[in-house]
């Protein structure tokens, strides 16, 4: 009798915690499907569509085949892709040798090191927008070194490729510290006796860079690649503020093309969505081969 009504305490102890948690579970998966799914659901239907409002009527792939034809498109594209090829890999790799170098234990001010090279993500996308036009003003302070140094002054915000490459910089200074914060829980989670062990063995110091810590941090890379990814392909704030897309649209991003499609000409929200779900499939498969690659498992 005593083993029989302790089985029912248990049982019962077990039916509360199952009913906290979804207690807890079931008003942020509400509220996800609410402001995540539901739009997403609408916007695959919407690029579907053509018109607005009631008027609205079927239109099959016809806004698909309309992102095949559009130049704009394109040159937003290839502005992004190439944002994403460049800035990525520079991005990640100097986030690993930095966390590398900040996780010496023997290294004097080392916090007040790994908070400077973490704020600048904390800082307003606007306000360091700001700093960057003035930095690289006509008469800003790179100009002004590179007349000292003989190189001479450059129009950054007037040349395509000058202008592309300020918002390469003004990415790597922005979101270099956030990745590096990654890779130093990670680094700080490997035990210190494989790197004694293979000091013992005669390994050096790049030996242990390439053979211990690079393996060991593979999922945290892979994580921060995703994240890189999908943020990259994203990327609006920096086009709208720093550029404004220009010269021309030689630096407008697909985020920034689909807020002017949508708010700024003519409201074209069919096609924006359509443009949208573009960005969504994108993510999505870039997203996949980088764990497929990424998985070392078997």
């Known amino acids: 009798m005593a083993s029989t009504s302790n089985a029912k305490k248990k049982m019962s102890l077990q039916k509360k915690h199952n009913l906290i948690g979804w207690a807890f579970l079931i008003p942020a998966s509400l509220l996800i499907f609410v402001f995540c799914f539901y739009p997403m659901f609408q916007a695959i239907l919407l690029s579907f569509k053509k018109g607005m409002g009631a008027a609205q009527t079927w239109a099959g792939i016809a806004n698909y085949s309309r992102i095949l034809k559009d130049r704009t498109f394109k040159q937003c ?34 916090g007040l090191f790994r908070t400077m090279i973490f704020l600048p993500c904390a800082t307003s996308l606007v306000s360091y927008s700001m700093i960057f036009k003035s930095l690289f003003a006509p008469d800003g302070f790179v100009n002004m070194i590179l007349t000292k140094t003989g190189i001479g002054a450059v129009d950054w915000f007037q040349n395509a490729w000058a202008a592309r490459f300020v918002i390469i910089i003004a990415l790597v200074w922005r979101w270099t510290g956030y990745n590096m914060v ?30 211990i810590t690079i393996p060991l941090l593979k999922p945290t890379i892979l994580l921060t690649a995703i994240m890189s990814t999908s943020g990259t392909l994203q990327l609006f704030d920096e086009s709208v503020n720093l550029t404004a897309g220009g010269p021309g649209k030689s630096t407008m991003t697909l985020a920034h093309y689909i807020f002017n499609i949508s708010f700024v000409e003519t409201p074209k929200f069919n096609y924006a969505a359509a443009l949208s779900v573009f960005i969504l499939v994108s993510v999505a498969i870039l997203s996949a081969i980088q764990m497929k690659v990424g998985d070392s498992r078997d």
């Open 77 to 110: 594209l290839f502005n992004t892709v190439f944002y994403f090829i460049i800035q990525v890999p520079v991005m990640l790799i100097l986030a690993l040798i930095l966390a590398q170098l900040l996780n010496d234990a023997t290294l004097r001010f080392k």
């Open 182 to 211: 990654f890779y130093l829980a990670g680094l700080q989670n490997i035990d210190q006796s494989i790197y004694e062990a293979s000091r013992i063995d005669g390994a050096t110091a790049f030996q242990q860079f390439f053979k």
